[in-house]
């Protein structure tokens, strides 16, 4: 792309904790907005332990022993103590990643779920919060006498930033519930983008609002959370009140990840780093920075992807599916999925969401995205989403019609940076 004007965005990840050990003691011990946690936890007391799912970067595995540590110290017996995985409609998460996430020595001595969205009967029913969510919680979770919540907080297309309350609901809840909540994540922004609520504010976020709701239907919640980067990246960690600690950690992800507000311009490239490769977190990648890029712009994603990760939360008999409709589809896509999330959330079916965010992506701009193992799987096409295993051929296609003066804005780190809508 000879002459075109190009700047680059990088996050900032100065200033990761050195020792872990001693950065969550020292949280653990300085609590805000709420007593220690030895105050809470006492002997005859059973606790749930939420633990975010593999896809983030969470030190769980190295958190977990310090925290049961103290919790046994105070008089919790072990068998008092149940560790759940917030996984909300991700991949489930079975034994082999259960170890690698908790630990060996952790999970042959305590009780690990991964909940199984699907299955009612394992749910407490807790009431329900306006407009007509009902609030269904993993039973483990719902029934302990205190929860602790152990993940981090990074940018959400929906909630502002992901952690806190968020890794019970949805993260433990039943898909009903979750489908729900998510719902509030669009119905503010009834219209517009599907990614306006992005990197703002809990107090006017719709999804956050009715996660506080449903959360007050639940007893005493205490929050460990993590400022992070990519593997092994802890830039901060904060323990106490679950509403203190993520007010805290989202200014904190705000100041480091958030983009300058500018001008759109005529392509956008970002990179997935630091995600594993899943499919489903790299085009959120493209959600997250589709504001930077001016409407008739390129949307470019240059994808690291793991073969092994391609179905964490897509089956990839799914993408073959998209990806067999060919230019039909990609047509559908654009034109009639309007309709389809109408009656997606008329039926109230957690995929509304999804189909929003799907036709937000591709309806005003081009998306290219490099990414040769889920070329390799699909074909060429992903829908509207050309899909490329040469790079010299994808920039081809981005200059085709478009010159040589081309405004580009590169985000290399773009599992981490985001663009706000203009006015955010």
Same mark, same amino acid.
């Given at each position: 792309?000879?002459?075109?004007?190009?700047?680059?965005?990088?996050?900032?990840?100065?200033?990761?904790?050195?020792?872990?050990? #001693?950065?969550?003691?020292? #949280?653990?011990?300085?609590?805000?907005?709420?007593?220690?946690?030895?105050?809470?936890?006492?002997?005859?007391?059973?606790?749930? /332990?939420?633990?975010?799912?593999? $896809?983030?970067?969470?030190?769980?595995?190295?958190?977990?022993?310090?925290?049961?540590?103290?919790?046994?110290?105070?008089?919790?017996?072990?068998?008092?103590?149940?560790? $759940?995985?917030?996984?909300?409609?991700?991949?489930?998460?079975?034994?082999?990643?259960?170890?690698?996430?908790?630990?060996?020595?952790?999970?042959?001595?305590?009780?690990?779920?991964?909940?199984?969205?699907?299955?009612?009967?394992?749910?407490?029913?807790?009431?329900?919060?306006?407009?007509?969510?009902?609030?269904? /919680?993993?039973?483990?979770?719902?029934?302990?006498?205190?929860? /602790?919540?152990?993940?981090?907080?990074?940018?959400?297309?929906?909630?502002?930033?992901?952690?806190?309350?968020?890794?019970?609901?949805?993260?433990? $809840?039943?898909?009903?519930?979750?489908?729900?909540?998510?719902?509030?994540?669009?119905?503010?922004?009834?219209?517009?983008?599907?990614?306006?609520?992005?990197?703002?504010?809990?107090?006017?976020?719709?999804?956050?609002?009715?996660?506080?709701?449903?959360?007050?239907?639940?007893?005493?919640?205490?929050?460990?959370?993590?400022?992070?980067?990519?593997?092994?990246?802890?830039?901060?960690?904060?323990?106490?009140?679950?509403?203190?600690?993520?007010?805290?950690?989202?200014?904190?992800?705000?100041?480091?990840?958030?983009?300058?507000?500018?001008?759109?311009?005529?392509?956008?490239?970002?990179?997935?780093?630091?995600?594993?490769?899943?499919?489903?977190?790299?085009?959120?990648?493209?959600?997250?920075?589709?504001?930077?890029?001016?409407?008739?712009?390129?949307?470019?994603?240059?994808?690291?992807?793991?073969?092994?990760?391609?179905?964490?939360?897509?089956?990839?008999?799914?993408?073959?599916?998209?990806?067999?409709?060919?230019?039909?589809?990609?047509?559908?896509?654009?034109?009639?999925?309007?309709?389809?999330?109408?009656?997606?959330?008329?039926?109230?079916?957690?995929?509304?969401?999804? /189909?929003?965010?799907?036709?937000?992506?591709?309806?005003?701009?081009?998306?290219?995205?490099?990414?040769?193992?889920?070329?390799?799987?699909?074909?060429?096409?992903?829908?509207?989403?050309?899909?490329?295993?040469?790079?010299?051929?994808?920039?081809?296609?981005?200059?085709?019609?478009?010159?040589?003066?081309?405004?580009?804005?590169?985000?290399?780190?773009?599992?981490?940076?985001?663009?706000?809508?203009?006015?955010?």
């Amino acid at each position: 792309m000879a002459g075109a004007e190009v700047e680059v965005i990088e996050p900032d990840v100065a200033g990761a904790i050195g020792d872990y050990s #001693a950065a969550l003691d020292r #949280a653990l011990e300085a609590p805000v907005g709420a007593p220690r946690l030895e105050e809470l936890a006492r002997a005859g007391k059973t606790v749930a /332990i939420v633990v975010d799912d593999p $896809s983030r970067w969470t030190p769980v595995r190295e958190a977990l022993p310090i925290v049961l540590d103290r919790l046994h110290r105070a008089g919790v017996g072990l068998e008092a103590v149940t560790i $759940s995985v917030g996984v909300g409609r991700h991949q489930a998460v079975d034994e082999a990643s259960m170890r690698r996430r908790v630990g060996d020595a952790i999970a042959d001595r305590y009780r690990c779920f991964s909940p199984p969205v699907d299955d009612l009967s394992a749910y407490e029913e807790l009431g329900t919060i306006a407009p007509g969510i009902p609030v269904r /919680i993993f039973r483990p979770v719902a029934s302990a006498d205190l929860r /602790i919540l152990i993940g981090s907080v990074l940018p959400h297309l929906q909630a502002g930033f992901g952690g806190g309350y968020k890794l019970i609901l949805p993260g433990t $809840s039943h898909r009903s519930t979750l489908g729900a909540l998510h719902r509030q994540g669009l119905m503010g922004d009834q219209g517009g983008d599907a990614a306006g609520l992005l990197g703002g504010d809990a107090s006017t976020n719709p999804m956050r609002r009715a996660i506080h709701a449903a959360a007050g239907l639940l007893g005493p919640c205490w929050s460990i959370s993590h400022a992070i980067g990519g593997p092994g990246q802890i830039f901060r960690i904060v323990a106490g009140r679950p509403e203190s600690v993520q007010e805290i950690l989202s200014e904190a992800a705000r100041g480091r990840f958030r983009a300058p507000i500018e001008e759109p311009v005529d392509v956008v490239v970002a990179g997935n780093h630091p995600w594993p490769g899943d499919p489903m977190q790299s085009f959120k990648v493209l959600l997250h920075h589709r504001a930077g890029c001016r409407p008739g712009g390129a949307l470019v994603g240059i994808f690291w992807t793991d073969p092994e990760e391609i179905g964490r939360s897509f089956p990839v008999g799914g993408l073959r599916a998209i990806a067999a409709t060919g230019v039909v589809g990609a047509w559908g896509i654009r034109h009639l999925i309007p309709a389809a999330q109408q009656a997606a959330a008329v039926v109230g079916s957690p995929a509304a969401f999804m /189909i929003r965010w799907a036709r937000e992506l591709v309806v005003d701009r081009d998306v290219l995205v490099y990414a040769p193992p889920l070329r390799e799987r699909v074909g060429p096409r992903l829908g509207p989403v050309r899909l490329f295993d040469d790079m010299e051929a994808l920039w081809k296609a981005v200059a085709r019609g478009r010159g040589t003066s081309m405004r580009v804005r590169v985000f290399p780190s773009g599992g981490l940076t985001y663009v706000p809508a203009r006015g955010g």
